[in-house]
């Protein structure tokens, strides 16, 4: 499995890069290669010219950017994985990023690569979607940004021209003092890709009662989904089971879930409601200051 | 193109097409046969080497992407001729292989994950070692050897009467 | 000859697996290792259709890109040489290399492009235009069975390439006598043992030797005269390399149709020529499919459940050729009852051709899909009687007073304990304690079973099933051979005549030899001769190097002891019986400290022929070719046969939990009872077993190769077609019990298909114990996730409201 021939360049800068974008000629991108570089070697992407930014320092950073942690484009992924700044102001990303792929994978892949794969399952795409980070890319000398629902379009697609390049995305901090965290993916085997997943963050007030809540599901439609009127629907209520399942019924109600080899239809909204159940379970019980059992 | 890999320490000038994978490269060039080929689609990790001590698929990347990085491969584990590291030793001893394909990856993992966790437990090993496949031993005797491994780099520079 | 009581010096200790040693510095030599100045590669066009009339090949823009050297068509291949060997007595189903006018699955081989580089040839792959006139196809077994489904090939008539029904005992008077009667299909999905090295040849013809060497990736018997045969070579002119190193096999790489392929095209061209599969080639094209089976079970027991007779329907999708595949059909004959005293047997064996890819040799050879029929159906007795299928177990298995055992369909069982080994395992796991463990799981709102899985390795191998399926075929021979030198300065040799794939056989014949001779096996060097220099061989297959390699190994060794012995006695002037072996030294029994040293008897033989005995051939050179124990016979007209000749037992123990929601299971607790009667080496014994239980839960919970209505395979790489990391395999305890065999050397039966044997069995079981509360049966594998999901939903849903599940 052999690529097809294709010529190599290593731009010294971004705007080296989008220059060499911009005239065309089918030319891909290439950082982390992980998911282009198989496509390539089943012949299913033949592009004429490969432009490598994977080394481009300055798309590689983690930093707080006013109420926002940003994230450059080829900062690899088991970078996020261990960054103290994720952890604590992004929690929802850094509970996902064990869940992408093997550390092999991780070595090498790019956030940005990821996003701009847009697989239905990515984790990181689904973190994104339910966080409503805001993603940002260059055209040109242009710089774009969209939000993250509106960035995935399709499974495998994205607003992105294919003269662009993505540069990076812009998660928002909460402020909230008591914050938890849960993300679940059912696949068949560790490291694969979901069937479905669910991911969720939540924030306490004092007396318990959830003052904010962002919930996504993934892998069940062709683009991850952030579920809104689910959030809506419990903010201000204690979790309390038989709300929380007849809350989740209600806002899947109307999906149309993908239906495939792995999976049918009925079973991925079942695992849906199941996998945010669990999802938003767990980040309660991490909001708590002392872990209860979910009532 | 040219390039300049640094291959278990020494730097290697190679000409290569762009489309021509590390794994390839390595193989072909510098025929440093053990990395080994299964799926080329980055699955089976039978390509795994260390790039920059970290195991990384050699098949899911470009010859050319190397370009200036360290890269160690199962041939440059052994102390000496006729030797063997630690963990290649422990491999035996626990008998952690059996058509040896996918050995080699299997201990570039252990040595990656030995050198930044000396006290793995059975589920860290099992993590680290789940990004290769083996279709002929189950694992378990593998996961033995590495924690046979780490139990004896840890005995190692202890004085002899502290046992 | 066994060695019950005797301690070994050698046999049985924990040594340590010499071939480890070049595999953990990356020296093994696998076949795309290997490399010839000025080899060419190989990449090839493959049909997308499932059928197709192959209109023209169009290969000039192929050939007009540089760095390609030839393209070949299967026109012209055939009109070279001769089609693969069916074991049936099929004659116009012909298979060759590349597909000759009709191409008769998507992904079979129509045209091979040589280049330059791989990459080359690839390249000039997608440049070769192929006109192609789609034909009707069939995808289902059951389909292609019924008359009315398109041939896929005309020729031939049908699809059926075998439709034998065999009946051992009064299998109708006893299902008239027995009070109770059930029937069952069971499905086992097509999968593969899929090692992480794909097929790899490179081949080289010498035309002033005339000779073709032969760097193969290869585990298949009668490799060297199959590919002689196919370029009508004489089989002298084949010389295959056995010290190849291979990556996994387990049964799939025969890789003839590769080796014809390349070996023609070096003939043709001139220089060496290679082909390595890529993965996408294997999956579809490279003919490792597994088994893919329909069993009707019937079975007739009495209120005890005690199973008095069987009837079984196996009918088996082959795929659009057949080599051996059918006979895969024909093994199991040879444990048709399993581990079970049943009285008689009806069997019907069908072979069916559909438009997907080829089946090739699995682990086990068809055994495995048996067991778990039969144990399917003892479960289903269990369940009808309302009684425990542990006891039911108990009640049906063969007794250790009852052996040598004969089954209806005509084999012996040497010998075994099946209760013992039983209770080993059930000790071990605390069995009341493992039941207390699933009810407290099913009180945590899980899905938990406990399942359980008995049966047979029949080992030893013997081709008896090819006069048994196709009287054409009179073959009953099947051998082993070893050599056995000692050098003028004392040091031993000795040989292999084949490739192994990672089962230690280097290790196994130094073993068997030291312990004849009483030397330490690390002293014997271990060497493979190429097949031109080799003695007759079978290939490491349905688990027999133990059995015939450690025999034959034990021969020759013993050859040479009684050699030494002569040639001292003679130079001690005492009689031979008088001559006391030990350790490689040779003494006078009645003056202990009179004797001749190994060295000494070395040099005798080799140096000194004046104090050689009479008649005695100089030097120290000893071979000895096995024949299979209690093989050698023909079947008999009601087709009765002695299948292999030795019968290792294993009883699986599993402790499973589904989650119901998701319908996810996983393995909480797994025993095996392991009896292969003497253990050669442990380390070797415990991975077989370890990675035979997990190639069984990929069979049973990960693995299939799905295809589309289009027929097209959707599992083409490993992105679908998923194999168990380290996650998906849970610790496994083995429990040992040693009933030695009678019929070999030291005691040992085979242990190379063990685990797989018994696990897919077990798993099912489990899952269905634990679907039990629902109502749910399932009768097929893989066992998937969503599928599970599903039918615990559907099975919920129809529960009344505030009914607890």
């Known amino acids: 499995m052999k690529p097809a021939p294709f010529k190599y360049a290593r731009p010294a800068s971004l705007d080296a890069a989008c220059a060499m974008l911009a005239q065309g000629d089918d030319a891909r991108l290439i950082a982390g290669g992980q998911t282009l570089v198989p496509l390539m070697a089943m012949r299913l992407a033949r592009p004429k010219r490969l432009i490598d930014i994977g080394r481009l320092a300055e798309l590689a950073f983690v930093r707080r950017e006013d109420d926002a942690v940003a994230i450059g484009a080829t900062t690899k992924q088991c970078v996020l994985e261990h ?189 849906a409601a199941t996998l945010l159940f669990r999802a938003i379970t767990d980040a309660y019980q991490t909001a708590q200051p002392h872990a209860r059992h979910a009532s | 193109m040219r390039l300049e890999l640094s291959v278990n320490g020494s730097i290697h000038v190679v000409e290569v097409e762009p489309r021509m994978s590390l794994l390839d490269c390595l193989r072909e060039r510098l025929l440093l046969t053990g990395a080994h080929a299964g799926c080329e689609h980055g699955v089976c990790g039978a390509c795994t080497v260390l790039l920059d001590g970290v195991p990384v698929r050699s098949c899911l990347m470009f010859a050319v992407q190397a370009d200036g990085c360290a ?50 437990t059975r589920a860290e090993i099992v993590e680290a070692i789940s990004a290769n496949i083996c279709r002929c031993t189950g694992y378990a005797q593998i996961i033995e050897a590495v924690a046979l491994a780490a139990d004896r780099m840890r005995g190692l520079n202890q004085p002899a009467a502290r046992t | 000859m066994s060695n019950t009581a005797k301690a070994f010096r050698f046999i049985s200790t924990d040594r340590r697996v010499r071939e480890d040693r070049r595999f953990v510095v990356g020296k093994g030599r696998f076949a795309a290792d290997v490399a010839l100045p000025d080899t060419r590669h190989v990449a090839l066009v493959a049909c997308p259709h499932p059928a197709a009339r192959i209109l023209s090949i169009h290969t000039s823009e192929a050939l007009a890109m540089p760095g390609v050297r030839y393209v070949l068509g299967g026109r012209e291949l055939a009109a070279a040489t001769q089609p693969l060997l069916a074991g049936l007595d099929t004659p116009k189903v012909m298979r060759r290399p590349l597909a000759v006018d009709v191409a008769r699955y998507a992904g079979e081989w129509v045209a091979a492009v040589v280049a330059d580089t791989r990459a080359i040839a690839e390249d000039a792959a997608e440049r070769v235009q192929v006109d192609y006139a789609p034909l009707p196809f069939v995808l289902d077994g059951e389909a292609a069975f ?21 009946t051992w005992g009064e299998v109708e008077r006893d299902f008239a006598q027995s009070p109770h009667h059930l029937s ?46 196919a370029l009508k070579l004489p089989g002298s002119s084949v010389r295959v390399h056995n010290d190849v190193d291979v990556g996994g096999s387990y049964g799939v790489k025969r890789g003839i149709k590769h080796a014809v392929l390349v070996g023609y095209l070096t003939r043709r061209l001139g220089f060496p020529v290679r082909l390595v599969e890529d993965r996408l080639e294997n999956m579809r094209g490279g003919d490792g499919h597994g088994p893919e089976r329909n069993f009707d079970v019937e079975v007739a ?23 051996r595949s059918p006979f895969q059909l024909g093994k199991p004959i040879g444990a048709i009852v399993g581990p079970y005293r049943i009285n008689s047997v009806e069997y019907r064996a069908i072979a069916v051709t559909s438009n997907k890819t080829v089946q090739e040799a699995v682990r086990a050879f068809g055994q495995s899909p048996t067991n778990y029929a039969i144990e399917r159906a003892v479960e289903e007795v269990a369940r009808h009687r309302g009684l425990d299928r542990l006891e039911v177990r108990r009640r049906n298995l063969i007794s250790a007073e009852e052996f040598p055992y004969r089954i209806p369909s005509g084999t012996t069982y040497d010998s075994g304990d099946y209760h013992a080994v039983i209770d080993k395992v059930l000790a071990r796991a605390d069995y009341a304690d493992l039941i207390a463990e699933r009810d407290r799981l099913r009180g945590d709102g899980l899905l938990a079973g406990i399942g359980m899985a008995a049966c047979l390795e029949p080992s030893g191998a013997n081709s008896t099933f090819e006069p048994l399926l196709n009287p054409k075929n009179e073959t009953t021979t099947y051998v082993e051979s070893c050599r056995i030198h000692v050098d003028v300065s004392g040091a031993v040799t000795t040989t292999i005549h084949t490739l192994s794939s990672g089962q230690g056989h280097e290790t196994l014949v130094a073993s068997a030899i030291g312990e004849v001779l009483e030397i330490d096996p690390d002293r014997i060097r271990v060497v493979r001769p190429d097949s031109l220099a080799s003695l007759p061989s079978q290939s490491p297959v349905g688990s027999r190097m133990a059995i015939m390699l450690g025999g034959a190994a034990f021969h ?43 060295a000494e008897v070395v040099t005798i033989a080799h140096r000194h022929f004046h104090r050689l005995p009479p008649a005695t051939e100089p030097g120290l050179a000893f071979t000895h070719v096995l024949q299979v124990p209690t093989g050698g016979s023909l079947p008999t007209a009601d087709g009765r046969v002695q299948m292999y000749p030795c019968f290792a037992f294993e009883f699986h123990l599993i402790l499973l939990a589904i989650d119901p929601d998701l319908g996810k299971a996983e393995i909480k607790r797994y025993l095996v009872g392991h009896d292969c009667g003497t253990v050669i080496n442990p380390k070797i014994v415990r991975g077989m077993t370890l990675g035979g239980i997990a190639h069984g839960i990929g069979a049973s919970l990960y693995e299939e190769f799905a295809y589309n209505a289009d027929g097209q395979l959707l599992a083409q790489s490993f992105m679908v077609y998923l194999l168990p990391s380290a996650h998906e395999i849970p610790p496994v305890e083995i429990v040992h019990h040693v009933t030695p065999s009678p019929h070999t050397v030291f005691g040992q039966k085979g242990s190379g298909e063990s685990g797989y044997l018994g696990a897919p069995g077990a798993i099912a079981s489990a899952v269905n114990d634990a679907l039990a509360p629902l109502g749910l049966v399932v009768n097929s594998l893989p066992i998937k996730i969503a599928q599970l999901g599903d039918m615990i939903a559907a099975a919920r849903s129809k529960a009344t409201p505030g009914e607890r599940i």
């Open chain 3, 184 to 229: 069952l299909r069971v499905k086992w999905g097509r999968s593969s043992t899929v090692p992480v090295e794909t097929f790899a040849v490179l081949a080289s013809w010498d035309p002033w030797r005339e000779i073709l060497d032969v760097f193969a990736s290869v585990q298949m018997p009668r490799f060297p005269d199959q590919v002689a045969l």
């Open chain 3, 146 to 166: 019924a008359p009315e489904s398109p041939a896929v090939h005309a020729d031939h008539g049908s699809n059926v390439l075998l439709d034998r029904t065999f």
């Open chain 3, 556 to 598: 020759a060794a013993q050859k040479l002891k009684e050699r030494l012995i002569a040639i001292a006695a003679h130079d001690l002037k005492i009689p031979a019986e008088q001559a006391v072996y030990h350790g490689g030294d040779v003494f006078d029994r009645s003056r202990p400290q009179i004797g001749r040293s190994w």
């Open chain 1, 83 to 271: 960054d103290p700044l994720v952890r604590s102001q992004v929690p929802l990303l850094a509970k996902a990023m064990p869940f992408v792929g093997h550390a092999p994978i991780r070595a090498r892949g790019t956030f940005g690569g990821s996003l701009a794969n847009a697989d239905p399952a990515a984790e990181i795409a689904l973190v994104a979607v339910t966080l409503g980070a805001t993603i940002v890319y260059r055209d040109g000398s242009e710089l774009i940004a969209v939000s993250a629902a509106e960035f995935f379009t399709g499974p495998m697609t994205t607003v992105l021209p294919p003269s662009a390049c993505l540069t990076c995305a812009r998660f928002p901090v909460w402020r909230e003092a008591r914050l938890g965290v849960g993300f679940h993916e059912i696949n068949a085997r560790r490291s694969d890709f979901a069937f479905a997943s669910a991911a969720a963050q939540i924030a306490l007030d004092e007396d318990g009662t959830c003052a904010r809540l962002a919930l996504g599901i993934g892998a069940i439609t062709p683009v991850p989904r952030r579920l809104d009127a689910l959030g809506e629907m419990l903010k201000g209520k204690r979790m309390e089971e038989k709300r929380l399942r007849a809350a989740i019924a209600a806002a899947l109600a109307d999906i149309d879930p993908l239906s495939d080899l792995h999976a049918s239809a009925d079973y991925r909204r079942r695992a």
């Open chain 2, 71 to 120: 890269i160690t491969t199962i041939e440059g584990i052994a102390p000496g001729p006729g030797e063997l590291s630690l963990i290649q030793d422990a491999f035996c001893e626990t008998h952690a292989m059996q058509c040896g394909y996918c050995t080699p990856a299997m201990i570039l993992t252990a040595h990656a994950l030995l050198a930044g966790n000396p006290a793995p």
């Open chain 3, 301 to 323: 027991f009495d209120e005890r459940g005690v199973i008095r007779s069987m009837k079984l329907r196996a009918l088996d999708n082959v795929g659009a050729y057949a080599g």
